[in-house]
């Protein structure tokens, strides 16, 4: 190896580490809300479909903002990344100085903003640093922080909420981003589909890439199974810490932490498992990352079921670690094969419309969803009764223990989708999981 490709590869490493613990601080941003969501709906006397709200707001600014990932295509993206990392920590401060729910939900908004010019440009840096070969692996490990940033989010919101009130769980959470705003805009940016074959890119507009994404049918297949994950995902993220403390009768000091330090351990297994079994799985057949992704996820359904039935606190928390680690197993693979279906000038843009796309019909839907059934259920279980103190806990018990256990049908449908994309792509590959250049 000569020095100036030892010399690449470990300013790939550091860019690859920046990005990574920026988007750590990402998934921590994002959960610190679950966590102390009990706390805030008792200050601002919030029912579940308000406080589900909260979660569902972020992810629809955060889908309406998508779309700028078209601009890392076209600009430098460094500054896009920088620039969205400074705004989602603003907000993050900010919303620890919040005087009525109506600011609360701002804050919650324009973080969802400043984390959508992120997450839609980072990966497209990644894509430039690594070969094909090794997209999976290294994909892998900087969305490593989806599971392990959100565990950190559980652990942290419930240690300080529970001591220093939920205000201070924002105050922590917004400050490190400053600094890694700052660092981000240092870094050096390759150059784009520097490690892919050669591709003109052709005039047109937004709308000209997007109708050259969207006749992709692996990005197609790609973004319905992702975008049934994302639902059950997204959802259960909000509202885990809740239910454990509701229906488990845990207290904010241990829900967020434990079930934190359960995604942690299993968000880490499946996800570098994922990574390693997807590129050798990809390496057979062309619909590998597929395959794997959808066995995950239909695998994930019934336990997702089951975690509901568990009354012992060990026994869930075992339930919920397969579970986890089976969603988790499909971070890297299909992470890879979005990369790899589109040239490498239309990356940035098929993330934004894949990102728009998973989040819409996702957990933009789902955390509100969640919350609705819940409070829809509980209704449906006082009914009739004398609404004294004991039965309404245990109707918001049995409402919110209903509204976790349908979580299991939309990772369901999406592993299905999954697994036929993955014999369809195995059948005819050179025109199905690639776009030609």
């Known amino acids: 190896m000569s020095d100036l490709t030892q010399t690449w590869r470990g300013r790939a490493a550091a860019i690859l580490i920046v990005l990574t613990v920026i988007n750590f601080l990402n998934y921590i941003d994002q959960m610190l809300l679950s966590s102390v969501l009990e706390q805030i709906k008792l200050e601002f006397t919030l029912s579940d479909t308000a406080g589900g709200l909260l979660g569902s707001l972020f992810v629809i600014t955060y889908t309406i903002a998508a779309p700028l990932g078209y601009l890392g295509d076209r600009f430098k993206r460094k500054n896009i990344i920088a620039g969205g990392v400074a705004l989602w920590s603003v907000a993050t401060l900010a919303a620890a100085f919040a005087r009525s729910y109506e600011e609360l939900l701002v804050c919650r908004a324009l973080l969802g903003i400043g984390e959508a010019a992120y997450a839609t440009t980072a990966p497209s840096?990644?894509?430039?640093?690594?070969?094909?070969?090794?997209?999976?692996?290294?994909?892998?490990?900087?969305?490593?922080?989806?599971?392990?940033?959100?565990?950190?989010?559980?652990?942290?919101?419930?240690?300080?909420?529970?001591?220093?009130?939920?205000?201070?769980?924002?105050?922590?959470?917004?400050?490190?981003?400053?600094?890694?705003?700052?660092?981000?805009?240092?870094?050096?940016?390759?150059?784009?589909?520097?490690?892919?074959?050669?591709?003109?890119?052709?005039?047109?507009t937004f709308f000209t890439a997007l109708k050259r994404i969207v006749?992709?049918?692996?990005?197609?297949?790609?973004?319905?199974?992702?975008?049934?994950?994302?639902?059950?995902?997204?959802?259960?993220?909000?509202?885990?810490?809740?239910?454990?403390?509701?229906?488990?009768?845990?207290?904010?000091?241990?829900?967020?932490?434990?079930?934190?330090?359960?995604?942690?351990?299993?968000?880490?297994?499946?996800?570098?498992?994922?990574?390693?079994?997807?590129?050798?799985?990809?390496a057979r057949s062309a619909g590998g990352y597929f395959w794997l992704s959808g066995v995950g996820l239909v695998l994930s359904a019934p336990l997702i079921v089951l975690l509901t039935r568990m009354e012992d606190l060990v026994a869930l928390f075992v339930v919920a670690f397969f579970a986890e680690l089976l969603l988790f197993l499909n971070t890297g693979p299909l992470n890879a094969a979005l990369v790899g279906c589109v040239p490498a000038w239309l990356r940035g843009t098929a993330f934004a419309v894949n990102i728009f796309c998973i989040h819409a019909f996702g957990d933009a839907l789902s955390r509100t969803l969640i919350g609705y059934v819940s409070d829809r259920a509980k209704a449906a279980y006082l009914a009739g009764q004398v609404p004294t103190e004991s039965a309404v806990r245990a109707a918001e018990s049995a409402g919110l223990n209903l509204a976790i256990a349908t979580t299991a049908i939309p990772v369901l449908l999406g592993g299905l989708v999954l697994l036929w994309g993955a014999r369809r792509i195995a059948r005819a590959p050179d025109g199905l999981m690639t776009h030609p250049g």
């Open 215 to 282: 006749r992709t049918p692996a990005w197609r297949i790609n973004t319905v199974g992702l975008a049934m994950m994302t639902f059950t995902v997204g959802g259960l993220s909000l509202w885990m810490p809740t239910y454990l403390e509701r229906v488990h009768g845990m207290s904010t000091a241990s829900a967020g932490p434990v079930f934190g330090a359960v995604t942690v351990l299993a968000g880490l297994c499946g996800t570098l498992l994922g990574g390693s079994l997807g590129d050798r799985l990809q």
């Open 125 to 204: 840096i990644i894509a430039d640093l690594y070969g094909p070969d090794e997209r999976s692996r290294k994909l892998a490990l900087f969305y490593v922080a989806t599971p392990v940033g959100s565990a950190l989010g559980f652990i942290l919101g419930g240690l300080i909420g529970e001591h220093f009130g939920w205000r201070a769980v924002f105050l922590v959470g917004g400050l490190p981003g400053l600094l890694f705003a700052a660092l981000a805009a240092r870094i050096h940016e390759p150059e784009r589909g520097r490690l892919d074959p050669v591709s003109e890119r052709p005039p047109g």
